[in-house]
C-alpha cells in the first residue's frame, strides 16, 4: 500500500508542469480556468494533469458547485520519502552503472592478456 | 524490489545496502581506483572531474562533482579505518562543517558482495538536508518548482 501510493506520488511529480500546477496552488486554491491561463495550456490538458494530481493525493477539488477549486494537498509532499525516494534512485543510478564496471573487471580478470580484439 | 535499499528509521543516519554480483575485492577496486570511481559515481547529471584516493587509516580522499551548468561541488573526508571487509571514513560536502561519518561493511558470499553503509550525521536536520539536496544531484532532472514549492510548506 505504501510503496504504490508513493510511486503515485512520483509519478505525479514527474512532470513538470504539474510541479509547476502544484507550486502555484501553494499560494492558493484556483480554478481550472484560472490554472489555464498562466499555463497556456488547453482546458483538457489542465483538467488532465489535476486528475492525475487528484488520484496521487497531491491535490483535493472543493464542492464549491461548477468552480471546484483546487487545493495543494501538503501531507505527501511532506513525508520523508519522497525524499528518501530521491535519494534513492540518484544512488541506484550510480550503482547501475558501477554493476557495468564490475562486469568489466570481472572479464579482464578472466583474460587477463586478451583486452584487446583480435 | 528496487536492488537498492534505502532506510532513514534511524533519526540521524542514512542507511544504504546493495547486492553487487562481483567478489568483494573488485567492488573496493572499483570503489577506491580514480579512473574507476570517474567512470561510475557522477550519475546522469554530474560528472566526476577529480578523483583522489589515499586509503589507508589517516588517508584523505576527495571527489569533486561537476553539474551540467559548470557548478562544481566536492565531498572529502578522512579514512579513520580500513581493512577488508569494512572502511570507515568521514565526509564533509564542500568543506562544510556538520560533517557525516560513513561506515561501510562488505560481505562476500558465492562471489557476490553485500555492501552496506551507514552514513551517520551530528543531527537529524543535517541528515535531512543531505537526503533533500546535494547528493539527489544524479536525480536525472530539474525538480527546481518542486524544491520552491517544498520551501514554502
Redesign the interface.
Known sequence: MRAAHLDATFAA??D?TR??I??RL??GEATVMELVEPFALSQPAISKHLKVLEKAGLISRGRDGARRPCRLE?AP??A?DV??E??????????A???????E??QN?RQPKRRGKP | M???Q???EVPNE?H?T?V???PRR??I???STPE?IK??????RTTVVVAEVDLRVGGRYRTVYRLPDGTEFYFSGVYQEVSDDRVVHTEAFNDQPGEALVITTYAERDGKTTMSVVMRFPSQEIR?Q???TG?????????D??D???A??
Open positions: 511529480l514527474a513538470p510541479r509547476a502544484l507550486a501553494a499560494q501538503p509532499l511532506r520523508i525524499w528518501i530521491r535519494f534513492r534512485a540518484s544512488w541506484e543510478e550510480r550503482f552503472a558501477l554493476d557495468d564496471v564490475l562486469e573487471l570481472k580478470e | 528496487s536492488k537498492l534505502v532506510s532513514a542514512i544504504m546493495r553487487f554480483d562481483a573488485l567492488v577496486k572499483a570503489m574507476l567512470r561510475w559515481q557522477g550519475g546522469v535531512d543531505v537526503l533533500a547528493m539527489a544531484d544524479g536525480a536525472g532532472e530539474s525538480y518548482e518542486l520552491k514549492l517544498l514554502s510548506l
